[in-house]
């Protein structure tokens, strides 16, 4: 699996997803709306690697690389975005 091309496409799609997930802020807790999008983007995902398959046998054998290349691109983007917030920090706009 390559990584992905962060273009324009994809900013306005994750920016759609994050404007979803705001709407249920009003009557869930953040961190039940985070647990929710964490689901949601496992189960996706779990259905991305097994279409990319041709077989269970495929399946199994690409199971742990593929958990492995989506928990790096997790990390990845949770630790870039945890930086981003820290370097905005102290700012009124952040809260």
Not at 38 to 55: K, P
Not at 63 to 84: C, V
């Amino acid at each position: 699996m390559s990584d992905v091309t962060r273009d324009k496409p994809f900013w306005d799609m994750a920016d759609s997803f994050i404007q979803l997930a705001n709407t249920h802020l009003d009557k869930e807790k953040p961190s039940r709306v985070s647990a929710s999008a964490l689901f949601a983007a496992a189960r996706f995902n779990a259905f991305v690697i097994a279409a990319a398959t041709e077989s269970k046998a495929q399946l199994i054998a690409e199971k742990e690389a593929a958990i492995a290349y989506f928990m790096n691109q997790y990390e990845s983007m949770l630790r870039e975005n945890l930086d981003e917030h820290m370097a905005r920090y102290d700012r009124q706009d952040v809260n």
